[in-house]
């Protein structure tokens, strides 16, 4: 079984940064791509940032040039490095793994962090 364990959320103040991590754990080949998803208050879930096992990155057009996402294959965690937060960003947090089992891929999610971007 494979567990994901997401941390680094918190409240910051507009224009300031947080560091979110998701690593995994569990028995498996490899890990696929991973991403990053949100979900603000009272809408749908929404795609942040995607980085393939290559390494390729994708973001949304509303934080660019303010996340990164990066992955540390060899510790099998995920980050997403958010800077110049703001209030739109508050949202729970999500990070998602696809994950090859050698037979098949599965798709893993995280708990869920709470980022609250307020003054």
């Known amino acids: 079984q494979v567990q994901l364990v997401e941390s680094g959320g918190g409240l910051v103040q507009p224009g300031g940064s947080l560091r979110l991590s998701c690593a995994a754990s569990g028995s498996f080949f490899s890990i696929l791509a991973m991403g990053w998803f949100r979900r603000a208050p009272g809408k749908q879930r929404d795609l942040v940032a995607t980085v393939t096992s290559g390494g390729t990155t994708t973001y949304a057009d509303s934080v660019k040039g303010r996340f990164t996402i990066s992955r540390d294959n060899a510790k099998n965690t995920l980050y997403l490095e958010m800077n110049s937060l703001k209030p739109e960003d508050t949202a729970v947090y999500y990070c998602?793994?696809?994950?090859?089992?050698?037979?098949?891929?599965?798709?893993?999610w995280g708990q869920g962090t709470q980022v609250t971007v307020s003054s």
């Open positions: 998602k793994q696809t994950i090859w089992s050698g037979v098949h891929k599965y798709d893993y």
